[in-house]
């Protein structure tokens, strides 16, 4: 639950009861929050002063760049997660309790408004899941939004609410004037956000969508709406309105590298992030121009961000590939392609699987626990012992070593 994972061994509807769903919903807002946040307002609440070494970790977490504007970024964060998760829940209510009554229909609202945002992926449905909502347009729009919301994380959200009120100030209203005040980490993760959901549905529409067994049998408003949610939900959520036994070989590839790709910094989404996506993508353009410098909107992007894109990305790998590696050999009996599905459904803290989860070993699960709480930590450990590096004085000469 604290890593947002969403893969389970139990379901959760029916193994917990009341008060263990409040604990696990609890949970999840902890974790999609991040343990370090909380430590750190309740500090703030304390009157306790932060140390360098406790600012550090706290801007690691939080990707933000402002020493001085951390206790005001924070309270924000936490009033912009309160207000998203109200929002979401309450327009879940008007599905919600028809279907379930008035008590259920709130709580499971309140509960599956937290997991979205959260981007958990955990529901107290059962074993159908939200399978049953596959076709339902509030439900879908509702918690998309949410996904996503969470996923692009609490820097993009500040940013726009200064773009916005900069916007309103300005009249005549331009749309160039808003554009321009937002920040070149918001326009990146934005384009990127919303290429890669385009991009996503199209391709899973174009490969799925004669299949019988998932979407062939439905209207063309309908199986963009399941593409749509399919897209949005493999971006580390974890919610799943079909089944991927059922779907293509292709699409499960297609979902496996979206997973990879994940959400935004300082977010509640996990995966490599789209911004490290993005920037290895601007370097070998860069590269392929023959450019010294890699740049994005007339901004060179420093050395030391490239680096910490290598760093992140071999790191996410190397471990991808060890706990793949192990659990083949603790699964023998079991798909490859399920199993890498597994692995990097765990480590991206996605949640979502190929049934696959309640039938690993002992050995297997504890591996998939270990993806699981690596994926959540780790680039924030990786980027803080970059950051904790002593710089040296010496410089070496350069030599070249031909690659390819």
Sequence with gaps: MVCVTGLSVVPVASVYNGLGQVIAMCLMQIGGLGLVTLIAISTYLLRRRMNLSEQSLLQSALSYDNNNDLRHYLFHAYKITFIIESLVAIVLLFDFIPRFGLWHGIFNAIFLAVSAFCNAGFDNFGDASLKQFVLNPLVNVAIAAAIVSGGIGFAVWMDLKKAIKHFIKDKPYRFSAFSRSLSNQTRLVLATTGILLLLGTALTWLIEFKN??????????????????????????????????????ATNILYMIQMIIGGAPGGTAGGVKVTTVAIAFLLFKSELAGQNEVTFRHRVIANKVIKQTLTVLIFFFTILIIGYLLLLEFEPNHDPLALLFEAISAIATVGVSMDLTPKLSQAGRFVIMALMFIGRVGPITVLLSLLQKKEKDIRYAQTNINVG
């Design 212 to 249: 019988a067994k998932t979407i062939g049998h439905y209207t063309i408003f309908q199986q963009i709406m399941v593409c749509f949610f399919q897209s949005v939900t493999m971006r580390t959520a974890g919610f799943a309105t079909i089944s991927y036994l059922d779907t293509h070989s």
